[in-house]
């Protein structure tokens, strides 16, 4: 079950999206995504698991909802309405993370 734990209180959410509105609207912080990214590797623990959290997917979520964090991300960090210095580096890896999980989920 894909969950998304606040690090600053006990409180747990479904999406990802949940966790950053939680994070800026109740604690007033960027969501950090490089600690966000260190979590989900723990967490998740397996051989894909890093696949999955590029997209900040625990492995064990159903594959619509890969698709639906891709097209999120891919969104968010598209060159084009990023700012980020690093946001063409980002798509390359998203777009990796993705297929690689779609490729292996073709051949299960
Ligand atoms: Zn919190």
Redesign the pocket.
């Known amino acids: 079950m894909a969950k998304f734990q606040?690090p600053?209180?006990p409180?747990s959410f479904k999406t990802n999206n949940g966790l950053k509105w939680?994070?800026l609207h109740?604690?007033n912080v960027q969501y950090d995504e490089a600690q966000a990214d260190s979590q989900y590797r723990q967490a998740a623990g397996e051989s894909n698991a890093d696949d999955f959290a590029t997209l900040y997917l625990l492995p064990s979520v159903p594959i619509e909802l890969v698709k639906a964090a891709y097209r999120t991300l891919a969104k968010l960090h598209h060159p084009d309405m990023s700012n980020s210095p690093n946001a063409t580096e980002k798509m390359k890896e998203l777009n990796r993370a993705y297929e690689a999980i779609m490729k292996r989920q073709s051949t299960e």
């Open positions: 606040c600053k209180c409180k939680h994070l109740i604690h």
